[in-house]
T-cell receptor, first 112, second 112 residues
Framework: GQQLNQSPQSMFIQEGEDVSMNCTSS?????WLWYKQDPGEGPVLLIA?????ELTSNGRLTAQFGITRKDSFLNISASIPSDVGIYFC????????????FGQGTTLQVKP | GAVVSQHPSWVICKSGTSVKIECRSL??????MFWYRQFPKQSLMLMAT?????????EQGVEKDKFLINHASLTLSTLTVTSAHPEDSSFYIC????????FGPGTRLTVL
């Protein structure tokens, strides 16, 4: 079945540093989504990618849809304490039914 | 973005009781609602899909008789955890099927 492998599992960085995390899949995805989840809350959509090769920014966040359609990365530049949280990649199950499959998540901690 | 609310935000119940979780779309109509479950320190896993006016569909391994889903209107979907047990303790999150996947704020269920 479809699976998403997200890495790294966790990161502990200094404020101001850049962060990079990625997701890979054993199968092709037509859409990649990146979410952030704070404790006790639902995921919040950060960036949506719809085309292979697409590079999209949202403030200090940049994400790219891999050319092979089997991977995506998310970069956070100049991290700040409020970037702390869990970041998930997600893609739609085949057939575009709207069902999402999630990566395992990357827990980010930022030291002021 | 789409506004989705869940009620209650957290609930504690005794083992053997039933708990109903409501998910409302506040500014749009959703014919389809996805229900996800998230155990501590884990990713989100799709449980079931509710469809307005028809039966819900469940993912493999999810007991339909235990997790009752009702999608009575285009703005309300409910998930009832019947005869809850401690292993049902989890974070339950709904997500309406829209062009962009937004999530509700989640409901924390703790079964004693």
């Amino acid at each position: 079945g479809q699976q998403l492998n997200q890495s790294p599992q966790s990161m502990f960085i200094q404020e101001g540093e850049d962060v990079s995390m990625n997701c890979t899949s054993s199968s092709i995805f037509n859409t990649w989504l990146w979410y952030k989840q704070d404790p006790g809350e639902g995921p919040v959509l950060l960036i949506a990618l719809y085309k292979a090769g697409e590079l999209t920014s949202n403030g200090r966040l940049t994400a790219q849809f891999g050319i092979t359609r089997k991977d995506s990365f998310l970069n956070i530049s100049a991290s700040i304490p409020s970037d702390v949280g869990i970041y998930f990649c997600a893609g739609f199950f085949s057939g575009n039914t709207g069902k999402l499959i999630f990566g395992q998540g990357t827990t980010l901690q930022v030291k002021p | 973005g789409a506004v989705v609310s869940q009620h209650p935000s957290w609930v504690i119940c005794k083992s053997g009781t039933s708990v109903k979780i409501e998910c409302r779309s506040l500014d749009f109509q959703a014919t389809t609602m996805f229900w996800y479950r998230q155990f501590p320190k884990q990713s989100l896993m799709l449980m079931a899909t509710s469809n307005e006016g028809s039966k819900a569909t469940y993912e493999q391994g999810v007991e339909k008789d235990k997790f009752l889903i009702n999608h009575a209107s285009l703005t309300l979907s409910t998930l009832t955890v019947t005869s809850a047990h401690p292993e049902d303790s989890s974070f339950y999150i709904c997500s309406p099927h829209t062009d962009t996947q937004y999530f509700g704020p989640g409901t924390r269920l703790t079964v004693l």
